[in-house]
DNA sequence: CGTTTTTGACCAGCGC
DNA sequence: GCGCTGGTCAAAAACG
């Protein structure tokens, strides 16, 4: 079920399509009830149609970002799945546990503007790998703006932020995955061990608080927690640099060692993982209120739960928590 | 027997 | 200062 949703046709009118850019409206009914009234009405009409005008300008531009997304998520998804293709020719599917698989590392960097991770980096970044056969995204954002945001729209370059961040490297790793059995396991190579667990505010799903085991000097965190309604997205936030070669782990096929696994308590789904580097709030209200507004234009039109959880979770980490 | 998971307590930051 | 939240600790349990 590789969710075929087609761009062909996403119809970008989402409901939101008032009218038109042209101010000539087929209805009757508003010319009918200019009728009756009287010219007094006629500013209000005016009002109205300006609003009217602007609002389909609003729509016109939203929709333009959405194609923008749509188009780059779909490039995205054919990289991806070339990718799968020629990694992991196997295509065991259906439940069977987790087994097996092979280490399928698939790892994407979308952008890398002015900062850049770069430098430090004792090891090898990290790696997100396709767990039970699905998909995994790897996107390394900064304090910026940028990463997946391709909409570009009427917004001063402002922000642009004196990020002093010290050193605390922050990774999103969201993995998509079919699975929707109880394993959440986010298997990047590394022992982690399970330091505690919380319930979020607005998420149904608890989150897991994971540590790197494998040496103690290694203070790497990682967080894992799936998607506030689409169990589907399982979203693994990494914090530091391990100071350790990452585990040559050749991944036995059969037995895994208890670690390098992160489940959140009975909780399926894919994961994905973003990097980040420091981002502080900086965008306000405008900000998340497009994000919300781009949010849900994107869960009304398409159906592609992956597609959504990515990006209300890639979105969701360039915005400072709602 | 050593390691990891579980789980409630504890604590710090923040908004009111 | 109080209550809410998110993050961590640590004791006990579970696992191998
Ligand atoms: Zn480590």
Redesign the pocket.
């Known amino acids: 079920m590789d969710e075929q949703w087609m761009i062909g046709q996403t119809s970008l009118s989402l409901g939101l399509n008032v009218g038109g850019p042209r101010g000539a409206p087929p209805g009757t009914r508003v010319l009918v009830e200019e009728d009756f009234m009287s010219s007094k009405k006629n500013h209000e009409v005016e009002a109205l149609e300006a609003e009217l005008r602007r609002v389909g300008e609003e729509n016109r531009r939203l929709s333009d970002m959405l194609r923008a997304l749509v188009a780059k998520y779909a490039d995205l998804q054919g990289k991806v799945s070339g990718m799968m293709a020629v990694a992991n020719n196997h295509h065991q599917s259906s439940t069977t546990s987790e087994g097996g698989s092979s280490a399928s590392a698939t790892r994407k960097r979308a952008r890398s503007d002015s900062l850049d991770t770069a430098s430090r980096n004792p090891s090898p970044p990290l790696t997100a790998a396709g767990a039970s056969g699905r998909f995994a995204v790897s996107v390394t954002v900064v304090p910026d703006q940028a990463d997946c945001t391709p909409l570009h729209q009427p917004c001063n370059s402002k922000r642009v932020r004196a990020d002093e961040v010290k050193a605390s490297r922050v990774s999103k790793l969201y993995v998509h995955a079919d699975p929707s059995d109880i394993n959440l396991v986010v298997k990047d190579g590394y ?13 149904p799903c608890p ?5 790197c ?2 040496a103690p000097s290694c203070q790497v ?1 990682k ?1 894992v927690q799936r998607s506030a309604e689409d169990k589907t997205v399982l979203v693994a ?1 990494y ?1 530091g640099d391990h100071n350790h070669a990452p585990p040559p782990k050749q991944q036995r096929s059969g037995g895994r ?3 390098d ?5 009975a909780s399926p789904a894919p994961v994905i993982v973003q990097q980040q580097r420091k981002q502080e709030a900086s965008t306000a209200e405008q900000v998340a209120d497009r994000k919300n507004l781009v949010e849900q234009m994107a869960a009304t039109l398409t159906r592609d739960p992956g597609f959504k959880a990515a990006l209300v979770s890639a979105l969701s980490g360039r915005i400072p ?1 709602a």
């Open positions: 022992q982690w061990r399970k330091y505690g667990q919380k319930v979020t505010k607005d998420n989150r897991a608080y994971f540590r085991s494998f965190k967080k936030t914090d060692k208890s670690g696994a992160a489940a959140v308590r928590v």
